[in-house]
């Protein structure tokens, strides 16, 4: 009994860690998409000082915090911009492992979905409050800071830490799970997000998983960096192409290129209609062309 005990132990941590590899080998490498480039400049881009006044920081500013924090270790990354997914899906390992303790079949069901659905690798705040959730459920005694900071971390998707907290009420019973869980978890979460909240906007949208254009656009920023040199480079950028391209001339360093300047040596966007000039890249709708 106790081989098979150790033998289902070993599964587990095997699996897990398998899961964990993936999760990370596609936050490093998959392209980044539009919806990214746009969280980056308004949650990573900006001081820190100036996070909860920001247009919509009150549905990103724990995932702000965490990618800036990457990014001051790691550099601007791909891996970096989405390293508070990365940090949630560590947070649901850790929940997982001491919750299906003894009964393995639980973690093919509660793993492979979160990596097929890109729940994690991806950038934004939905990987933390999941992860933050799960930690919760797994260690009750400490549920009501944790759900605060799940709530905190994805207030658009708040009925995830709710549908934990109403488990919790049947635990421990309504008046201490009121003491435990709900004071703590509305407190902490009151505290994160008062001041954003105070300055109202959109909630910022979870970005989708990368497509065929979203790599395409990258292959044309290699080709871009490979002709451009080392000079100043003038750019016109379409307008739906500039998020991308800020975030990849922070990813490069590329402080030469010039987006907006006068007399653009180089035309980058994501339609085909442009004068006659010499095309450098063309795909899947984006062209590069001198």
Known sequence: MEANSTASTNF??????????????????????????????????????????????????????????????????????????????????CALFRICRGRTWL??????????????????????????????????TWAGPLLGFAIASGPQIGFVPAIAAAALLYLFGMRKAIDRVVIPAIGIAFVILIIPV???????PQPATPTAKDEAFRSAVDVLRSEAGQGSTPLFVTPAATPLLEFYRARYRQRNWLPGAPNPQFFLGVTPEWPTRTILFEREGVVLAR
Request: glycine share 8%; hydrophobic share 60%.
């Open 107 to 140: 973690f093919v069901p509660f793993i492979i979905p979160g990596i097929l659905l890109n729940w994690f690798n991806l950038a934004g705040s939905f990987g933390l409050a999941v992860g933050f959730t799960a930690l919760a459920l797994a260690y009750p």
């Open 198 to 204: 105070s300055h109202g906007g959109w909630p910022l």
């Open 12 to 93: 587990a941590k095997s699996l897990l860690l398998l899961a964990v590899a993936i999760v990370v080998w596609r936050a490093a490498t998959l392209p980044v998409t539009a919806i990214e480039a746009i969280a980056w400049d308004r949650f990573v881009r900006p001081p820190v000082s100036s996070l909860p006044t920001m247009p919509s920081a009150w549905s990103g500013i724990v995932y702000g915090i965490v990618a800036r924090r990457a990014a001051g270790l790691f550099r601007l990354s791909e891996f970096s911009l989405r390293a508070p997914g990365v940090l949630g899906f560590l947070l649901y390992c």
